[in-house]
């Protein structure tokens, strides 16, 4: 009893709130991650953090840290910031792609919607012509179709069905099935073949097939106009996207003559998703981001994949569709869902370990041989961007993350 009261008053003095269960072996490892995480804070590397880490039936560490928002626009430091909460919600940028997009075609499949080699051009006319044809939506899923990985679809089109129709007018960059080619643009698409499949839009599909019969009720797309206060601030404008579009030797080459389009947002984002293409060219709904969620909605999700598609003794998904989209395809990866371990930042960890992170700053990482699941969410963008023009790289911190946990699990 008395490790455990030291125990708590350690993790009271490294300034988080977490989980007061916490079994007195474990008091080492979480005080450790908490000092790894409040370290960052205070080198201003990002403002706030939310964690949870699940080993089975039980929550190993639970903890927020920080500041909701700590700079407004113009780096100017707020007076008085938000402490973070776990109830905040989180912008989670690409994790759209695997808690909203791949949970909507794995539903479609269950209902025998749609099978995993169709050609797109079934659901998507404009694609029924030339090597774009040969797409399918395991093509999609696989980031392997040959589309781009990112243009400014924003500089072409005002909505999304703009945005669709230049899509489909865009040529491949790659051929279909040559390699993996990261692309927000087959997500898009998987979106746009879910509202065409279902009749929906997919915020309203994911809402009702998938949000709403799992009773989450903090995750959704556009949260600013449905009453929530308590959400994660993040960038300030789009600089990042920005230099991307302007200045070439940022990487990105992008074709398009930077000053033909000037809609750029000038204050700091609250509600509204980082993503340009999201934002400005899909009003905030769209296949590859656009989510907002939190840590306890997140990890209803990912409880979801570990007990094989079952929610207590309900079964959501086939057992079936769940080991067909964690299972390691030809490129090393699942379907929606990524198992390259330094992508991860998981080296070390056992073959089957899957998970995805998000451009402003969250991830999430699932090891199935040990029941075992991290969520770790922050919102570095609003602490602006490092040198170079980059938001401060969470790779090492996850890894090291990642590395208290398995060593003191295993």
Not at 303 to 317: A, S, T, V
Request: hydrophobic letters at 35%; one cysteine or more.
């Amino acid at each position: 009893m008395r490790k455990l009261f030291l125990g708590l008053l350690l993790t009271i003095f490294v300034g988080c709130t977490s989980n007061p269960d916490v079994e007195p072996k474990k008091v080492g490892k979480i005080a450790a991650i908490d000092s790894l995480i409040q370290k960052e804070i205070k080198e201003d590397h990002i403002p706030g953090a939310v964690i949870q880490i699940r080993k089975g039936d039980s929550i190993l560490h639970r903890a927020a840290y920080g500041y909701a928002q700590k700079y407004d626009y113009g780096m100017q430091k707020v007076d008085n910031p938000e402490p973070m909460t776990t109830e905040y919600l989180f912008d989670v940028a690409s994790l759209t792609k695997v808690m909203g997009t791949t949970f909507g075609i794995m539903k479609l499949l269950d209902e025998d919607a749609l099978s995993l080699d169709d050609p797109i051009r079934n659901y998507l006319p404009e694609f029924e012509k030339g090597e774009k044809s040969q797409i399918t939506i395991r093509h999609l899923l696989t980031h392997s179709s040959g589309l781009a990985q990112w243009v400014p679809t924003y500089y072409h089109a005002e909505d999304k069905e703009e945005r669709y129709r230049y899509i489909a007018n865009l040529p491949l960059k790659w051929e279909v099935g040559e390699g993996r080619h990261y692309s927000d643009l087959g997500f898009m698409l998987l979106g746009d073949i879910i509202e065409n499949i279902s009749g929906q839009k997919l915020d309203y599909f994911l809402e009702d097939n998938l949000y709403q019969p799992l009773n989450l009720r903090n995750t959704m797309f556009n949260p600013m106009g449905k009453g929530y206060k308590k959400i994660a601030a993040t960038s300030h404008g789009n600089p990042f996207e920005k230099q991307m579009v302007y200045d070439d030797e940022f990487g990105y080459n992008v074709d398009v003559d930077p000053k033909s389009w000037d809609s750029w947002r000038e204050y700091t984002l609250w509600g509204e998703v980082n993503d340009g293409n999201a934002w400005y060219a899909n009003g905030g709904v769209a296949g590859h981001a656009g989510l907002f969620s939190t840590v306890d909605d997140l990890q209803v999700l990912v409880d979801l994949l570990m007990n094989k598609g079952y929610k207590e003794r309900e079964q959501f998904i086939s057992e079936s569709i769940v080991d067909t989209f964690l299972t390691k395809d030809q490129y090393g990866n699942g379907l929606g869902w990524a198992m390259g371990k330094s992508f991860i930042a998981a080296e070390g960890s056992p073959d089957g370990t899957f998970g995805h992170t998000g451009f402003t700053g969250t991830n999430i990482l699932i090891v199935p041989q040990d029941s075992l699941s991290i969520i770790f969410l922050t919102n570095r963008q609003n602490v602006g961007r490092q040198e170079g023009g980059s938001y401060f790289d969470l790779g090492p911190l996850r890894q090291a993350v990642f590395n208290h946990v398995w060593k003191n699990e295993n």
